[in-house]
């Protein structure tokens, strides 16, 4: 089922596309990262799903779903360089890694490795898993501003070693949206003979992926993000050597009939968002594909620069470490704790209609912004503009 087929060409961006996005007006929405934000055809393609399975719930989800589930998987898979059959859908990113993590035998004396750049609720996540294992978490610090993928690559290699039995790494950290060497890392993992979980949760439609080539053990990302799928909609690639022992989070009716029978059926849920999938990603080559992403960067590039020469600051790392979003220390003396960072956060959107991101690392407030389809750069001119008069809370 097909979202309908009219649609901008690729140079309809910023005001002009606006309108394909059900958005509040007057609202400067830089906070595509965060949650996403479905395209109102992409919604209208879900709600077709519903109505066809409100028509006979039995009948579609007893004897049609598997068969349309692992079409829409093929349909995911074949734009990310992977199998159908190699990736399940799960409702996010959180939750994939979460079904690595407990399907992983740990022995007391193992190490999980993470970053500083870790997303929060993986490091959480992670340090669960080792706890219960009697394992150990280890963090590589990676202060902020990043200085170059060199410095990731020799940090993280300083940290491996002969108890490191799974490395963790982003190929998009959140918070300071760094792109980090993904294909890079998973090499210098596996030399040191870990198994590597990528954490892909902002890569789908924001920058070009190829699964199979990185060579990773395990992937996990949305599409609910960067692709327009609506929420909640993620996927868990593994490669075939890792899917035995690979078990979703809700055992149910598929346990030990294969990889993809586990996680397709783990209980009665919404499918509708795995169902829409394939129509965030046609929707998304309508608005470009490749150029669509090239053009998000390039403002993304153009918004980190205007910030950091508004306020007199710098960006968390260079700019060939930069995709869609960027992050900017933001010009504030003292404070620097997530509890400011809400404040600031909610300053934003409450004195002046701005959604964006405020983080707190290596002692300073950062401050994440996102460029999509629907973004101009006189958005981030505004932002900076708020900030630079003041006062922030």
């Known amino acids: 089922m097909r979202a309908a087929s009219h649609g901008p060409d690729a140079r309809a961006y910023g005001a002009a596309a ?12 830089l906070n595509h990262g965060g949650y996403g934000a479905t395209p109102t055809a992409v919604l209208a393609a879900q709600s077709a799903w519903r109505e066809r399975i409100e028509r006979n719930p039995t009948g579609f989800l007893s004897r049609e779903l598997p068969d349309l589930l692992r079409q829409a998987a093929d349909a995911v898979a074949v734009r990310l360089g992977g199998r159908g059959a190699d990736l399940v859908f799960v409702e996010n990113a959180t939750s994939g890694i979460n079904a690595v993590l407990r399907s992983l035998a740990l022995a007391p004396g193992d190490e999980i490795l993470i970053t500083s750049l870790t997303y929060p609720a993986i490091r959480k996540a992670a340090r669960f898993a080792a706890e219960r294992a009697g394992a150990r978490l280890v963090e590589v610090p990676l202060p ?37 060497p993904a294909a890079s890392l998973v090499e210098l993992a596996h030399r040191a003979g870990a198994r590597v979980l990528i954490d892909g ?113 710098e960006p968390a790392g260079p700019a060939e470490m930069i995709a869609a979003m960027a992050t900017v220390r933001l010009p ?47 958005e981030y001119a505004r932002l900076a503009a708020a900030v630079a008069a003041g006062p922030v809370p």
């Open 18 to 29: 606006r309108d394909l996005w059900p958005l509040e007006p007057g609202v400067a929405y």
């Open 144 to 180: 902020l501003p990043v200085r170059d993928e060199r410095a990731v690559l020799d940090a993280v290699g300083s940290h491996l070693g002969p108890r490191t039995r799974l490395a963790i790494f982003d190929h998009i950290a959140s918070a300071s949206a760094l792109v980090l």
């Open 201 to 313: 949760a902002h890569v789908p439609g924001q920058m070009a992926l190829d699964l199979a080539a990185l060579g990773a053990d395990w992937y996990v990302a949305n599409l609910h993000k960067w692709y327009f799928a609506p929420r909640a909609c993620g996927f868990l690639w593994a490669a075939p050597e890792r899917q035995a022992g690979l078990h979703p989070l809700a055992i149910s009716h598929g346990l030990n009939e294969g990889f993809a029978a586990e996680f397709d059926w783990t209980g009665t849920r919404d499918f509708t968002a795995c169902l829409a999938a394939p129509d965030g990603i046609a929707f998304h080559e309508r608005l470009g594909g490749a150029a669509l992403m090239a053009r998000n960067a390039a403002l993304a590039h153009d918004a980190a620069a205007l910030l950091a020469r508004a306020w007199r600051s």
């Open 332 to 378: 504030v003396a003292g404070e620097a704790s997530p509890e400011r960072a809400q404040r600031v956060v909610r300053w934003l959107a409450a004195a002046h209609r701005i959604e964006a991101v405020v983080t707190c690392d290596s002692g300073a407030l950062w401050l994440r912004v996102a460029a999509q389809a629907y973004n101009e750069l006189d």
